[in-house]
T-cell receptor, first 114, second 112 residues
């Protein structure tokens, strides 16, 4: 079974500042990793995913994440945030040997301050 | 038009009432999911279906049932609603575990 921890429930950051949203997972098997974003009053949409290969993954809207197998982490970063990045961000994991259920973290609420 | 639609978008109902939430998709995906979202808990899986004849319980299926009427339609029912089922409910689809899930806009359900 897999589990996901997002260490920060809320992250306030000033506009144009960098941000890092942390995600750690546990799993007894190799995993695929995802970051989803949920804008106010909307469903979730995919930001980026790690399946294999390069550990640095680039996604939409200038976000990127780095897979660190030894630390079982998949932190999300953006060098300069905009007001429009204010949203809830969810890290998610699925075991490579269990193509059935994605496990979502509890979410991190990013608030960008003008 | 949206790829994944949910009806209704908002619903207020009373304890003990039966309610159905509906989900339709035009993605052509075989896999469909129902989640509930509660503050601080993320998304928790209620039921999932890999095709019309394959339905599975998720981590919090008690008090819920589902029906997969067709590849494109997946309904969630609360047979006798209770206040702690007040939540935001999402339907999602995918065409494989390693691929992204596509979410509907959500149904906000309040049970009084």
């Amino acid at each position: 079974a897999q589990s996901v921890t997002q260490l920060d429930s809320q992250v306030p950051v000033f506009e144009e500042a960098p941000v890092e949203l942390r995600c750690n997972y546990s799993s007894s098997v190799s995993v695929y990793l995802f970051w989803y974003v949920q804008y106010p009053n909307q469903g979730l949409q995919l930001l980026l995913k790690y399946l294999s290969g390069s550990t640095l993954v680039k996604g939409i809207n200038g976000f990127e994440a780095e897979f660190n197998k030894s630390q079982t982490s998949f932190h999300l970063r953006k060098p300069s945030v905009h007001i429009s990045d204010t949203a809830e961000y969810f890290c998610a994991v699925i075991g490579k040997t269990s193509y059935d259920k994605v496990i979502f973290g509890p979410g991190t609420s990013l608030s960008v301050i003008p | 038009d949206a790829d994944v639609t949910q009806t209704p978008r908002n619903r207020i109902t009373k304890t003990g009432k039966r309610i159905m939430l509906e989900c339709s998709q035009t993605k052509g995906h075989d896999r469909m999911y129902w989640y509930r979202q509660d503050p601080g808990l993320g998304l928790r899986l209620i039921y999932y279906s890999f095709d019309v004849k394959d339905i599975n319980k998720g981590e919090i299926s008690d008090g819920y049932s589902v029906s997969r009427q067709a590849q494109a339609k997946f309904s969630l029912s609360l047979e006798s609603a209770i206040p702690n089922q007040t939540a935001l409910y999402f339907c999602a689809t995918s065409d494989g575990g390693r691929n992204e899930q596509y979410f509907g806009p959500g149904t906000r359900l309040t049970v009084t």
